[in-house]
């Protein structure tokens, strides 16, 4: 899907990288960066890009796997008999490291090993192949990558980076369809996202996450707790570490990229919830929580943490560690409860390491703006530089409705104080689950969050593209503007409500001030009498001569709209 | 119109200070600032709220005004003839200074004088009036209240109180009618809005403009340079103080508040926006660049200031230092040019307050997330912490159609560091005119904006609006969540779009869980068992016996809706 006829996807060097291309109506061309992949049937799936470089490294060997069972997809396929709606594309045997060494993009980086992969990210980030290995080796970014995904085009996470967004898509206990979440991923890509989140707790949960990895050239999320707990008919105090470890295995053998583990919700920070003005909002946080209470045993996960780094290991799988005890609301924002999770987490990035798994570290949530700074302070000194990846944070409680928007201002904020990832939160926040519009607006929303970060870092060539587009503006290239835009559609969409007539794509004036007096003509015309090469202090001495020479020319300032 | 079922407008105090009442399902209320005013019919107008103030204060005299003109209307009404839309409400006899003493809440204040006007905004922002008085007194607030608009209800802008919101309404050249107007006022400030500006630049300049502050309780801003270049056929360099100046008086006489006037783009600062990627984007100072650059004279703005002033203290009209040579992209921001005209309105700042004439200064535009803070200091440093007020600025130029976005971030991180006011900033922006709609999305955009800043400045209360909302999320009232909202309709809306029942609003789940498994349940349940009043450390070290009884009453935690 092209969002717009002035843009193509087209591929470069011997890796064939992708990029947008927008060819503008004066000649030039503008690059950007490329999220939407190439482009696949459903049915059928992506080709496996990667598959030839995992090969080669003939590090991994194919196995039999786990044997797919019903309750995989949930209790209503058990109670059925049957599951649903069952992938029909190419079905490859899962591949796991052959021995005993790590696969994992951080061991290559650490060894001084220069992957496909790396290079691909250089390529698509335009800087040196030793910038990405060398910050994947120190853990400061993360390329996610299953060997089981080899459909994924490979992208980084680390703050010396472009910000990435995270779009979450998945079904829930209450609504929706396969084909509506391959439909969302789709829609979350071609609009910009970077990674995707499964997050899926209703029907036919195997059966949907298989059909998104076979068509998501993202590196594809899940929190592998959600399918857990659909395995113990949703009582956390069920849950065990082996019906845990299993589905971690299962989504392993799958390809899901990063998962999110909530190994930091300790027995003895839960009571520390108890005051707080929202309590546990995180669903993870709150499963594992309730499982702590309930047994009065120290977190499983954190205490088969060892055993989830050597599973990790063989399938080059990212650990998220997650903020179970993030907070939900502005109250609880930087409380004990939070950075005591944050401390463990920290311990556990390093545990991590030690096995060469990649780590990237979950933030809030809901945080006032004063407070933000210190949130990405905390996590990269506690956490030696590991990339932090926050939802939002919401900077008020009170828009619901508009959280894409509150969230986007506390987005905008910490990415720029040093936040890698950013997970997109959509206007049906708190209120209901996302449709396929809500997805567009939330991704769109947190591109233009991450790129306002980069620009405010100084991103090398971060802000050629505001300036593509301001230019475009200034000339009244109103094609090229629109083509520009993050999207295009509703920028062209919005003129055309006011002005609808196809010429008035090529006037020199806009709605706003008509075609009689327009405030950017009169800056052209500024331009033009003093040129664009003078300093100001030559333009302020050739001021008077022009003087004369503006007024002699005074009409041209005021052109009609047929006359440009 | 009452925005929502659960809110009413109350009125406390002597002086029947309004605030929005939302009623909570659990029998508390919640008050807040309120704008919409007492409701008017549009052909009769609203009552004259502080007449009798004005009266009491006898220092004013009605006199026979400047006799309104044909061309007071625009071109289109001298070859008509005859004006159209004419108000058909009261007119009451213009009223001004009856000696050479101002008339202005600055005179007053600085004289020791608390007026009803500071102690109806002392009860409206609960804080003392002695910091109204100080603060006006200092230059470092102002309460815009032209003494030719009794109906306003009195509100302050300044650093030391709420943030406030201005939206811009107008009509064009290209399009919409009086009525059409009059609609988006009230639309305005049913959501929020501070103040409107009336931007027209179409027909009926003088008559839309008689409509809208006949029926606004809120400040109406205005800049007269537009009308003025209507007058003169659209041509700047046919612009003169003269006609200027009369236009100014026309306004003064119709009850405008404060006016925006830029006199700050001097003719040496025009060249050095020659190099610049967007050049000059402010109508107004594009309007004032062409004249300056066509004459090769100063800016008659400038050169007859304090007549200006002398004008303005006979009415209480505040200055609204306009920035006409604001960056128009992010590429342009803080730049010499920008930053030049910022040093003149300092100085004009300085000169206004000599004549104890009310001025805040205007602000950008497109300014990058880390120079915002930069904007700020400069302002309130150069200019003597006068109060700034800024259109966004907007943190990136890629995504028109979501500027109210990219604005919003702007807005709520420079209102952080002392902003006083937020010009919003329409998903039109840049594309079209806005509609009733995009009004709406720009004044709620902005409200979260600034509340945002208000609760990252830790203002007294500002968080009791957050904290009063998550605890309705917290302990499932979802109507009560619906109410507190910026925007109830479109909070219940989206709810409603996925778990449409009547049951679901009272159901203790939603639709993100579902009924199986909730977080918020958990958290309750933490709550209950570890109790609310708890040190942490007590609640620890309870932890052991409470884990016991926590497994016995385990069901409760994962009630089904019908149980709860």
């Not at 010396?160 to 084909?179: C, D, H, P, Q």
Request: aromatic share 8%.
């Amino acid at each position: 899907m092209t969002v717009h006829p002035a843009h193509t996807r087209i591929e470069t060097g011997d890796l064939k990288v992708p990029f947008t291309r927008v060819a503008l109506t004066n000649g030039e061309t503008f690059d950007r960066y490329c999220t939407e992949g190439p482009g696949s049937d459903p049915e059928v799936g992506l080709p496996p890009l990667r598959a030839a470089w995992i090969d080669g490294r003939a590090d991994t060997t194919v196995y039999d796997g786990r044997q797919v069972q019903l309750l995989d997809n949930g209790r209503s396929a058990l109670r059925r008999g049957a599951a649903q709606g069952e992938w029909r594309g190419e079905r490859r045997a899962p591949r796991r490291a052959a021995g005993d060494a790590p696969v994992t993009q951080m061991a290559y980086a650490r060894a001084g090993i220069m992957t496909e992969e790396m290079r691909y990210v250089a390529a698509r980030e335009q800087c040196d192949v030793e910038l990405v290995r060398s910050e994947v080796a120190a853990g400061r970014a993360i390329i996610p990558a299953n060997v089981n995904h080899p459909e994924s085009e490979p992208m980084i996470i680390g703050r010396r980076f472009l910000v990435k967004i995270n779009a979450n898509i998945g079904n829930s206990a209450v609504t929706s369809s396969i084909a509506e979440e391959v439909d969302k991923l789709t829609h979350a890509i071609t609009w910009g996202a970077d990674t995707v989140m499964d997050l899926s707790t209703g029907e036919d949960i195997h059966t949907t996450r298989e059909w998104i990895i076979r068509n998501s050239p993202v590196p594809i999320g899940t929190v592998p707790i959600y399918q857990a707990l659909e395995k113990v008919n949703g009582e956390a105090d069920k849950l065990t570490w082996e019906v845990f470890r299993d589905t971690v295995i299962e989504q392993c053998e799958q390809g899901v990229d990063y998962m999110t583990i909530h190994a930091g919700v300790l027995l003895r920070y839960v009571p520390l919830t108890a005051n707080r003005v929202t309590g546990i909002v995180s669903r993870g946080g709150s499963i594992m929580a309730g499982w702590c209470l309930a047994h009065h045993e120290e977190n499983f996960l954190y205490t088969h943490f060892d055993e989830l780094c050597a599973i990790f290991r063989r399938y080059d799988v990212s650990f998220s560690l997650g903020d179970g005890l993030r907070p939900g609301s502005t109250a609880d924002a930087n409380d004990e409860a939070q950075l005591s999770e944050l401390r463990t987490l920290a311990e556990l990035t390093t545990r991590a390491w030690e096995h060469d798994v990649q780590v990237m570290v979950e933030g809030p949530g809901h945080v006032p703006l004063d407070l933000v700074e210190e949130n990405v302070r905390l996590q990269q000194e506690w956490c030696h530089g590991a990339p932090f990846y926050t939802l939002g944070p919401l900077a008020t409680d009170i828009a619901p409705g508009y959280d894409h928007i509150t969230s986007a201002i506390g987005a905008a904020t910490i990415a720029m104080h040093g936040t890698a990832m950013l997970c997109y939160v959509t206007p049906k926040e708190h209120l209901g689950l996302p449709n396929r519009d809500d997805v567009k607006t939330g991704v769109i929303t947190y591109k233009l969050a991450a790129h306002a970060a980069d620009v405010a870092k100084g991103h090398p060539g971060a802000r050629d593209w505001d300036d593509a587009l301001s230019k475009a503006r200034f000339e009244f290239r109103w094609r090229d503007q629109f083509a520009l835009s993050l999207d295009p559609v509703t920028a062209e969409e919005f003129h055309d409500e006011t002005l609808p007539a196809e010429n008035a794509k090529t006037a020199h004036f806009c709605s706003m001030c008509g075609p009689k007096f327009c405030s950017m003509r009169i800056s052209q015309d500024v331009r033009d009498r003093f040129g664009s090469d003078l300093t100001p202090e030559d333009a302020a001495l050739g001021m008077k001569e022009k003087s004369a020479e503006f007024v002699e020319l005074g009409g041209t300032v005021y052109v009609e709209p047929d006359a440009s």
